[in-house]
């Protein structure tokens, strides 16, 4: 591990800065080692183009400077990954597996420092940043215990002769990330590909570059062999460069549909598999007969978990027309009730949103859902933390809309910020067909007292992730992905191990050969 640096962040309870970071006297952020690693240490660009600025949601202040990688960067960490892979897929599951946890170990004995550089990136809350790492953590374990347990199957032929399947590692993989989830993505990613014997590059979004890093240096740590897992930073044109690289065999994407449609189209020119989990716009229905503490309690959790930077959530709220005012009213009440502030501090349940031009799209959606007559119940509004450090911060207030109509933008569109959109329902005929009214279909909910009633509604509803009483509950050991354009493939379960490997077929004949000629 590399030496950390004795310095502080800009408030005493803040994190230290991930190994290669380090304030100036203006208050910006410089880096010393750089952001991108291959071969076992982090590596300067070769590329000579202007670096990206990264900057520090919380105050608006800059964090650091990003070096993007260019074609010799990212074929340099390529043939890093590939002469990985030729170690690494040589060796037994249980092999493998030693070293994926004792990578967990280290991630669990860090957990604090990678959750706060996660904050300080990111924006978003330290609780649930602790809650993200925990995940990573726990997918890499759960993922060394499926390591051993790969096998074919075995298949007996007439006369004694016999075929059998083995399953096999694909190669060098690609992973892009998002910037909601920069660690876990980056965990959820690596974790199946390396069980099945395949080495990794990794591409972090380029807003939220630093926490991929210190995976890569925990993996080192751990004992995987040099060029393991690596990762390359830059934006669209760095990512262009992975997905056509010859030696790449699998490209897995977290991110927007459009650009989960590009890189699909890129991979296919070289006929590579894809794993794409793309955007959503989620239906939650609240029947009339549900628990209403636990359904409010679901429709947060579904609406303003990470800022409502979540692909997932469940934005579009039918509920029942005969409880909507009593649900409406403590949906807002709550909503107002949230702690906005300082994503460093324990208290704080809602810090800033990733980026300001993020944050400026967010609330044109509020203003557009005005314009289409929506009416703002609550929020949907700059907000200006007490703590003057914070006043260059990207906050809001989380929002809801009451009156929503399925032919609203705000009702149409993933907006990927805190904005519930509220809508009401009479029967269970018309809320399936009008939740089931949209082009992506990554997850659903269900809030009803009535077990039939709950089975029969998930058996109709059209998405990939459902949940029955509660909502955004991602165990690792079941599959997430989604339906229509919100995907194709699965994170997390076992069969994830399906998607990094591939079976070969093999025939053994134990007799003569039956020619015809």
């Known amino acids: 591990m590399l030496q950390r640096l004795a310095l502080s962040l800009r408030r005493p309870h803040a ?48 964090l650091c400077h990003l070096e993007p990688c260019g074609a010799l960067d990212v074929d340099q960490a390529m043939k890093a990954a590939k002469s990985a892979f030729g170690h690494w897929s040589k060796m037994s599951g249980m092999e493998r597996a030693r070293i994926m946890i004792e990578a967990a170990h280290i991630i669990e004995v860090r957990r604090e420092e990678i959750a706060e550089m996660e904050v300080v990136n990111n924006g978003k809350s330290i609780t649930e940043a602790r ?49 909601n989830y920069p660690f876990q993505i980056a965990a959820w990613k690596s974790a199946p590909a390396l069980a099945c014997g395949n080495s990794m590059v990794f591409k972090p979004s380029p807003v939220t570059p630093v926490t991929a890093v210190m995976l890569a240096e925990i993996y080192a740590k751990a004992g995987a062999p040099e060029g393991l897992f690596n990762v390359v930073q830059g934006s669209q044109d760095t990512g262009s460069l992975l997905c056509h690289h010859p030696d790449v065999a699998k490209v897995s994407f977290t991110g927007s549909v459009p650009t989960g449609k590009k890189i699909m189209e890129m991979a296919s020119r070289g006929v590579k598999p894809v794993t794409l989990e793309l955007g959503g716009k989620s239906p939650l229905l609240i029947f009339q007969d549900s628990d209403l503490e636990n359904a409010v309690r679901g ?9 409502g930077q979540v692909c997932s959530n469940g934005t579009r709220v039918f509920v029942q027309k005969d409880i909507l005012p009593e649900f409406v009213e403590e949906v807002v009440k709550r ?53 003057p450090k914070l006043k260059g911060g990207y906050y809001m207030t989380p929002c809801v809309l009451g009156d929503c109509t399925d032919d609203m933008t705000c009702v ?61 509950i991602t165990p690792v050991e079941v ?17 994830t191990i399906e998607h990094y490997s591939q079976l070969k077929t093999v025939f053994v004949e134990m007799g003569d050969v039956d020619s015809l000629f």
Not at 137 to 149: F, K, M, N, V
């Open 412 to 472: 149409k569109e993933e907006i990927f910020g805190p904005v519930m959109s509220v809508l009401s329902f009479e029967t269970e005929e018309e809320v399936l067909y009008r939740a089931n009214n949209t082009t992506m279909g990554l997850a659903a909910g269900v809030f009803t007292r009535d077990v039939r009633r709950a089975h029969r509604v998930v058996e109709n509803l059209k998405a990939g992730s459902c949940f029955i009483n509660n909502y955004n």
């Open 479 to 495: 599959p997430f992905g989604g339906f229509k354009m919100s995907g194709i493939g699965r994170e997390n379960g076992q069969v």
């Open 299 to 307: 429709a947060l959790m579904a609406n303003f978990l990470s800022q």
């Open 335 to 387: 909503t107002q009730a949230i702690e906005i502030g300082d994503p460093l501090l324990e208290s704080t349940r809602m810090g800033a949103l990733v980026s300001k031009p993020h944050l400026e799209k967010v609330l044109s959606f509020v203003d557009q859902a005005k314009k289409e007559g929506a009416t703002v119940l609550c929020g949907g509004e700059l907000f200006t933390p007490s703590d």
């Open 131 to 179: 809650l993200d790492v925990d995940s990573g953590r726990l997918c890499i374990e759960y993922y060394a215990g499926l390591a051993s347990t790969l096998a074919g199957q075995h298949v007996q032929l007439p006369g004694g002769s016999f075929a059998y399947t083995r399953r096999e590692p694909l190669g060098v993989c690609v992973g892009i990330g998002a910037w």
């Open 15 to 62: 994190a230290p800065l991930a190994p290669g970071l380090r304030f100036v006297s203006s208050g910006s952020v410089n880096v010393t080692v750089p952001l991108n690693f291959w071969a076992g240490k982090r590596r300067t660009s070769q590329h000579k183009c202007n670096k990206e600025i990264v900057y520090e949601p919380a105050t608006g202040r800059v």
